[in-house]
T-cell receptor, first 116, second 116 residues
Framework: AQSVAQPEDQVNVAEGNPLTVKCTYSVSGNPYLFWYVQYPNRGLQFLLK??????LVKGSYGFEAEFNKSQTSFHLKKPSALVSDSALYFCAVRDMRQAAGNKLTFGGGTRVLVKP | GAVVSQHPSRVICKSGTSVKIECRSL??????MFWYRQFPKQSLMLMAT?????????EQGVEKDKFLINHASLTLSTLTVTSAHPEDSSFYICSASGDVLYAEQYFGPGTRLTVT
């Protein structure tokens, strides 16, 4: 079984300050990790993914995430947050073993509020 | 990235009626489509996985006779909520995936269903 934990329901940060959204995961095989963002009444927008290679992944809108195998974490970061980054962020994992299928398991989501 | 559309974006129906939601992959062939349900301020819950030309695989606890899924072509899947009740009111999101190893899921914009 695979699972994802996002320990913070909400993160508040001032505009211009660094933003971090935490994610830890559990899978039996190697992880295929994603971050998505959701704005009100919208579907999910892809931010970035990790399959293999460099542990630091750069994505859309200035976001990046660092894969840490020993800590089974994949925290999302942005060096300087914008008010427009206020949204709901989801971390997701998929087991890379083919037999596991391609189902994604989502974390509970973290609401980010960036104040001007 | 690939584009997935959903129709309608919002629907209001009366209790006891059925409603159909369409999910289309606009620029790629989606061998697998997923249907999710999202309650307010909560994460996405996978309802079922459908492969083109096959019966859908439902997650535990999801009534297959209530949530009918059809994936008749490589670009279209439909979710029909039969005999809808107010507790079926939710945000329904589909995603689509191609037939390659490590294929990503591309998400639709979601459909807001309100049952009165």
């Amino acid at each position: 079984a695979q699972s994802v934990a996002q320990p913070e329901d909400q993160v508040n940060v001032a505009e211009g300050n660094p933003l971090t959204v935490k994610c830890t995961y559990s899978v039996s095989g190697n992880p295929y990790l994603f971050w998505y963002v959701q704005y009100p009444n919208r579907g999910l927008q892809f931010l970035l993914k990790y399959i293999t290679g460099d542990n630091l992944v750069k994505g859309s809108y200035g976001f990046e995430a660092e894969f840490n195998k020993s800590q089974t974490s994949f925290h999302l970061k942005k060096p300087s947050a914008l008010v427009s980054d206020s949204a709901l962020y989801f971390c997701a994992v998929r087991d890379m073993r083919q037999a596991a299928g391609n189902k994604l398991t989502f974390g509970g989501g973290t609401r980010v509020l960036v104040k001007p | 990235g690939a584009v997935v559309s959903q129709h309608p974006s919002r629907v209001i129906c009366k209790s006891g009626t059925s409603v159909k939601i369409e999910c289309r992959s606009l620029d790629f062939q989606a061998t697998t489509m997923f249907w999710y349900r999202q309650f307010p301020k909560q994460s996405l819950m996978l309802m079922a996985t459908s492969n083109e030309g096959s019966k859908a695989t439902y997650e535990q606890g999801v009534e297959k006779d209530k949530f009918l899924i059809n994936h008749a072509s490589l670009t279209l899947s439909t979710l029909t909520v039969t005999s809808a009740h107010p507790e079926d009111s939710s945000f329904y999101i589909c995603s689509a995936s191609g037939d390659v190893l490590y294929a990503e899921q591309y998400f639709g914009p979601g459909t807001r269903l309100t049952v009165t």
